[in-house]
Nanobody
Framework: QVQLVESGGGLVQAGGSLRLSCAAS?????MGWFRQAPGKEREFVAA???????DYADSVKDRFTISRDNAKNTVSLQMNSLKPDDTAVYYC??????????????????WGQGTQVTVSS
């Protein structure tokens, strides 16, 4: 059973920064971050393949950076210039296929418990 453990959420003022981290058990996967705001569907934020290929949602490009440490089996999401619209529960997810990066929620077989990010105006 794959376990994903997220950390790093919290409350920050608009324009501030937060860094989310996710530790995965088992082998190396493609990893993604998704978020879900109250009353909205879960949406793609960023993803990174096993080999470092990356993809971002248009809404976070140039503000968020995804990175990974394969030796530690961790993935991080550095979030800068945060906006109130970024407020959501952020979920780490793992795609066992791992080779290509994907924004498709259905491709991710494993999910973390989520961590709350709140951006105040």
């Amino acid at each position: 059973q794959v376990q994903l453990v997220e950390s790093g959420g919290g409350l920050v003022q608009a324009g501030g920064s937060l860094r989310l981290s996710c530790a995965a058990s088992g082998r190396t996967y493609a990893m993604g971050w998704f978020r879900q705001a109250p009353g909205k569907e879960r949406e793609f934020v960023a993803a990174i393949s096993r080999y470092g290929g990356k993809d971002y949602a248009d809404s976070v490009k140039d503000r968020f950076t995804i990175s990974r440490d394969n030796a530690k089996n961790t993935v991080s999401l550095q979030m800068n210039s945060l906006k109130p619209d970024d407020t959501a529960v952020y979920y780490c997810a793992a795609d066992p296929k791992g080779v290509v990066v994907t924004a498709k929620l259905a491709e991710y077989a494993y999910w973390g418990q989520g961590t709350q990010v709140t951006v105040s105006s």
